[in-house]
């Protein structure tokens, strides 16, 4: 069935069979949470349904896109914190920090010179990886959002303030049509509002070469507000402003799209309407403020929004168009002028540029023929990995818990969320001499022998130790008093020491001192067949 | 201690019926069957009895019954000799839940030039026959599907597929290393081109299989040599071996095949009320599933550790789950069912003999039980 590995050692099937010190210690006094759960780095954005969300502000019950496409409520959050190498991540789509151990859902392209073809990389299965298996030209998986939720009307909030006597009321219910939606990507582009009591406004503003997109916007207002907006010219910046003058239809895209340029957002709803109608949307964005070249032929859209360039994303994704985002730092340009950091969208590639024609409604005659290396297949994408590096890093690593799913997605990959998991519970008293020792140690472990028997062992070697010899027990001392473990557990199961280290901090926690940098070292003396194995002894 | 063998499916003890046919061809049947003196031709006399005997269990023709060193072979010679030997047709269908042997084949065909198509399986483990339909190509060399899954149990429809393969102008191997003897064959109605079979998931001896080859259907040797197995195999013939192999395809009949499907039903009915556990595979009441075979799936507890607390207490099973890996990777059948990585981490395989009772189905369900409830209590959620 499954390719067997080495045995274990007499010790281990000890400590697995009859393992000591299993069960919890009611309120004790720390508790050590550690799996392989925990190990996407704060940063890390995810697409909740709410917005684009570091993993570290992310609550219990958020939505968020997982494996299979679908909005998930998460059920638990979890983090730890580590001091070892991480491994950066990049694709098309982003990059993404992870420990090694951390599962990604993926394709590993073998050596091979068939596989060059991307024909061949497309018969490959895909299965969860460890982030530290994959390399450069490797397949990263991206779950697209699949849902399809159809919202015909947005209701208007339409209660006037004491003593507008003025203000025209508009219908209180709005057709969510393709003409509004078509206005609302012109505004996520080029639109800005102002709500000040005296000048209150939606504003669009355009080139004067413009003139068809203010006629659109023209007739959009007066076809579902019954406003009929002014406009304004100006030849010396050679733009032309559409004014719709109206403080309901401020209040509605205020609402919809929050404030300020930098947080410009596409709106839930909007993201899972059917496919037709979210083509009017990206429609409007990408006239409004994006390009076109028929000739190459690419597409290109930039924006100081992260939370759009990301939607944008997904808009693009799901009409199975691939994108590719980047990132530019703020710089200042050769005639001196200063540009704010912004993302970019690039659309390349003959499929995609061909179904984005469409949308935008541009004719395109493009007969060349060109290599792939990332398609769309399934609900998922599929992308090599444009480059790995390890980093070294000393923090807090996160993971999630979802209820039915057990995988999300960051905003470049979805990864995993399960693994071997140990709880350590810890009771803390005063030796003779006044040190602080561990009264009482108990454990929980999800997880093989070795998993069991390790945490078994971190036990025994902690009880009656004082604090600071308890924590510097590290995974090379748990493998060597067990004899050893076979190689491929060293990273996936002997994460006891971790969890007694983060034990011993949570009481520090609580007590409100400060917690102690974790300092274990899991490249240990007893598996020296692991590559960066170069220390013999355990203790580092 | 007890010893209870739930792992049928691996290997099995070799029946005294055997035992007693080998003692016996080892005394008088030890020459060479190449031999043309009369020890040599006793023992080649004997050897075509014991073909003519194994073959009747699949066919009333006089199809080619090559024997081999097991099913590796079998299934190696059946996909490597048909490509070797139709070097115009560079496409082949299996599927996703064939085992290693085949698979790991295509993958060395692949990376000859080959074009591979892995059909999909539904959630019990059915082979997409629409999607089986559409992917025969002019240049489809073979179709090969197992039969009898090793890990799930799940059994296919051989002639619905042999039927769609051959109108489809393609030829059609099975595996039915598993099968043999516990499902009824018939190379002729499930329009079957290559089958193969063994001795050993048969009570019969190690290092014993066969491959049937349809006449007309023409295969280049993986061993070259004296050609003695019509020409087709080199290497003297392992002739108490093979009356072991024929003596074995008479230990199953249907009074066994109804006590495994009798046990069998009673360990997963007796494991039913087990929480969050679930039978991966063909239903036990479809008439589709081998009748030994019981594949359950335990969340909250894991494979390795399961497998290793019942081996302590003397019941030996198998798992698919990924920590007992060197790879870390779980199953790839459960994975191609649809398993999510986190619900094969404690799956196990029972696979019953003709030899438990079901007072050791008893003890095994109690065994199970409380194994279960051991590891879920240990483990830091829910239980």
Known sequence: MVEKMEEYSKKVMENFMAPKNLGEIEKADGVGKVGNPKCLLGDTLLHTNLKLKKIKDIKKNDLIISHGGKYTAISETFNRNVNEQIIVLKNRLGEIKLTKEHLVYAIKVPKKDKFLRTKNKKTLIPAWYHSEQLEKGDLI??????????????????????????????????????????????FLSEGYYSDKTTKTHLAFCFNLNEDKLVEDVVSISEKIFGIVPTIKKNTTKHSQVVYINNVFVVRLFKELFESGAKHKDVPDIFMTLPLDKQKHLIYGIWRGDGFFNTKIPRGGYSTISKELIHKLKILLLRQGIIPSVYFEYEKTDK?????????????????STEKLAKILK??????????????????????????KILENYSGKVYNLEI??????????????????????????????????????IKFKTLGCAAAIATSSMVTELAKGKTLTQAFNITR??????????????????NLAADGLQEAINDYYKKQGREILKIIHNDNCSCCNKEKNCNKKGGNI | MNSIYLDNAATTKMHSSVKAAMIEAEEKYFGNSSSLHGVGRAAKTELDKARENISKKVSNKNHKLIFTSGGTESNNFAIKGLAEANKNKKHIITTKIEHDCVLNTTKFLEKNGYTVTYLDVDNNGFVNLEQLEKSIRKDTLLVSVIHGNNEIGTVQDLREIGKIVHDNGSLFHTDACQSFTKVPIDLEKDNIDLLTINAHKIYGPKGVGGLFIKEGI??????????????????TVNVPGIIGFSKATEVIGEKEIEHMTTLRNQLVNGLKDVADSWLNGASLDCGKRLCNNANISFMYAEGEAILLYLDALGISVSTGSACSSNTLEPSHVLKAIGLKQEQTHGTVRFSVGIDNTKEEIKYTIDSVKDTIEKLRKMCPYKY
Not at chain 1, 161 to 168: G, P, Q
Not at chain 1, 366 to 386: C, V
Not at chain 1, 476 to 493: E, F, Q, R, T, Y
């Open chain 1, 476 to 493: 090379g001392d748990v493998a060597n008093s067990l004899d050893g473990l076979p190689p491929i557990k060293m990273h996936c199961s």
């Open chain 2, 218 to 235: 023409k295969l280049e040797p993986l061993l070259h040599g004296g050609g003695h197995e019509y020409k087709l195999r080199s290497g």
């Open chain 1, 403 to 440: 209820n039915t799913a057990h995988s999300y997605n960051t905003d470049a990959f979805t990864v995993h969320n399960c693994g071997d998991i140990m709880w350590i519970y810890i009771k803390v008293s005063k030796n003779d001499k006044g040190e602080e020792i561990i009264e009482d």
């Open chain 1, 335 to 351: 005639k001196g002028q200063k540009h704010q950091e912004c993302y970019r969208i690039h659309v390349g590639g003959k499929e």
């Open chain 1, 362 to 387: 541009i004719d395109l005659k493009n007969n060349k023929p060109e290599s792939i290396n990332s398609w769309i297949d399934n609900g998922y994408l599929y992308t090599p990995i444009t480059s």
């Open chain 1, 141 to 186: 998986l991206y779950s697209i959002l699949s849902e399809i939720k159809d919202a015909e009307f947005l209701e208007i909030n339409s209660i006037k303030k004491k003593l507008d006597y003025k203000s025209k009321t508009i219908p209180s219910k709005i057709k969510l049509d393709s003409d509004f939606l078509r206005l609302a990507g012109y």
